[in-house]
């Protein structure tokens, strides 16, 4: 057995690959010998991106774009791997929920995931290749959180839309899973979880004691694209120290 993961010779694409956990995947997945296509709509980041990872070809894109999306991402394909990283967090308690917070998180924590997936899979399976997808969930699908009403139903739709896929696109030899991580310390989850008082509420639900790095869920999702789980489709790992057995 590898000691270690390889995707040399495959083609990956990551969205929200711009900053956190997306760049550190598509910077991973570099590393292991894929050759990555990163999608972002911050195009210093992507800049940022290529300097320190140069072997990395960009998509500077808005996922609610349908459109502009439709068109790069056909182009650019086929991918064999794909990590629908990219989302949007609109906190308001349920009573302020506001139409924009609502459409722009439906358009890109799960229209977009539904959309750059059948662009994928479509160019899987016209040509008949293999392929493993993992969408980028979180622990709020699977528990309501305050001022997280938008954010925790399109995670879990997004839960659904993964299973569903998963069940259509396996015979297709096309596996979907998710990753559903907790609290992780990204630059901006160091910076909003930096409070102790804020953060010894949600920690002291952790049986771990503590909240994710962002190689925690890197791991994970280069195990679900590998052939190490090839076995595994319509699964969420939980990333989340044991938050929901709590």
């Not at 799960?110 to 479509?122: E, T």
């Not at 297709?172 to 409070?195: A, E, F, L, Q, Y």
């Not at 790095?213 to 994970?220: K, L, Q, R, T």
């Amino acid at each position: 057995m590898e000691p270690h993961l390889s995707f040399r010779g495959l083609r990956a694409l990551v969205t929200g690959a711009g900053k956190g956990i997306g760049r550190a995947v598509a910077v991973a997945l570099s590393r292991a010998g894929a050759r990555v296509t990163a999608l972002s709509r911050t195009a210093e980041d992507l800049e940022s991106l290529t300097r320190e990872c140069p072997g990395i070809e960009t998509l500077c894109l808005d996922l609610a774009d349908w459109e502009a999306v439709e068109a790069a991402v056909g182009a650019a394909g086929p991918f064999e791997l794909l990590v629908n990283n990219a989302a949007v967090a609109e906190l308001q308690s349920f009573l302020e929920v506001t139409r924009s917070a609502l459409q722009r998180s439906l358009d890109v924590n799960f229209a977009a995931v539904l959309h750059v997936s059948q662009i994928v899979a479509r160019q899987l399976i016209a040509q008949g290749l293999p392929g493993a997808i993992v969408n980028v969930s979180s622990q709020a699908s699977k528990r309501a959180l305050r001022d997280h009403a938008v954010y925790c139903s399109t995670k879990s739709a997004l839960d659904m839309l993964s299973k569903v896929m998963a069940m259509e696109l396996g015979p297709h030899k096309i596996r979907v899973n998710t990753v559903n991580p907790t609290v992780v310390m990204t630059d901006m989850g160091r910076i909003n979880w930096s409070d102790p008082q804020k953060s010894a509420a949600m920690i002291n639900r952790i049986p771990l004691g503590k909240f994710a790095e962002v190689d925690d869920v890197v791991n994970s999702i280069l195990f679900l694209l590998s052939d190490k789980s090839a076995m595994t489709t319509g699964s969420s790992l939980m990333i989340d120290g044991g938050f929901l057995v709590s």
